[in-house]
C-alpha cells in the first residue's frame, strides 16, 4: 500500500507525513490515535489506512521519512572533504542541531522512535537503527584520517564510547521527566568530544 501512497502528489504525501509526524512526536505508539492523524491530515480514516494497511507499517514510514530528513541535511559534498574524525563529528552534530532547531518535532519523534518499546514496532526500529549506524559509518567516517589514532584505539571504538555516552545521558534526562535541551546536550557533547579526542589521539594530534 505504500506504494499508492509514494503515487501521491508530494504536497499531499507531506500533508499526511506532516501530520502522522506531529502525532507520533507528542504520543508513545499506543497511546497515537490514527484518527488525530486523520483529522490532521484532512482525510479519512480509512483513505489513511488505504494509503497504510495499519498503524505499524505508518509508523515504520514515518521512521524511515525521518531517517531521510537526517540524511539530506548532512550533505554528502561536504563529507567528502572532512578528513579528521572529531571534525566529522562536530559537522553532523551541528547539523542535525539546526534541522532540530527548524523542526523542533523531529527531536522529540527521533527519541521516541528511539526509545520505543511497544511490540509491534520495537524490533522493526531497532534493526532500522542499527542499518544507519552501519551507513553512518560507511558513508561518514570511511575516509578519515586512521594516522591521528594511537595504534591501541580504533576510530568505531570512539564512535560507539560517544553513543553510549548520549544514550546515557538522554535515558537519565527521560527517566528524571525532563525535556531535552539541546543547549545543555551540545555542551556535554563538546565536553565528550574534548575527553574522547585526548583518549584516542596521539599527543601531537590532541
Do not use: C
Not at 495499519?54 to 521512521?63: G, I
Not at 534493526?127 to 591521528?148: A, G, N, P, T
Not at 527517566?175 to 601531537?204: F, T
Amino acid at each position: 500500500m505504500a506504494q499508492v501512497f509514494s503515487d501521491l502528489p508530494a504536497e499531499k504525501q507531506q500533508q499526511i507525513l506532516d501530520a502522522a509526524a506531529e502525532v507520533f512526536s507528542k504520543e508513545d505508539y499506543k497511546q497515537a490515535s490514527t484518527d488525530d492523524i486523520a483529522v490532521r491530515a484532512g482525510i479519512s480514516k480509512g483513505l489513511l489506512f488505504y494509503y497504510f494497511k495499519n498503524k505499524q507499517s505508518l509508523y515504520l514510514y514515518v521512521a524511515d521519512h525521518l531517517r531521510s530528513l537526517v540524511e539530506r541535511q548532512l550533505k554528502r559534498e561536504q563529507l567528502a572533504n572532512i578528513t579528521d574524525f572529531f571534525d566529522m563529528l562536530d559537522y553532523g552534530a551541528a547539523e542535525k542541531l539546526r534541522l532540530f532547531q527548524r523542526q523542533p518535532w523531529i527531536l522529540d519523534l527521533a527519541l521516541r522512535l528511539y526509545y520505543a518499546t511497544d511490540k509491534e514496532v520495537a524490533s522493526p526500529l531497532r534493526r532500522r537503527f542499527m542499518e544507519m549506524l552501519e551507513e553512518m559509518w560507511d558513508i561518514y567516517f570511511s575516509h578519515i584520517d586512521h594516522e591521528k589514532f594511537r595504534p591501541e584505539v580504533g576510530p568505531r571504538q570512539v564512535l560507539d564510547q560517544l553513543i553510549y555516552l548520549i544514550d546515557g545521558y538522554l535515558h537519565q534526562q527521560m527517566m528524571r521527566g525532563n525535556k531535552i535541551n539541546m543547549d545543555a546536550l551540545m555542551a556535554e557533547y563538546n565536553l565528550w568530544r574534548d575527553m574522547l579526542r585526548q583518549y584516542a589521539y596521539k599527543e601531537e594530534y590532541q
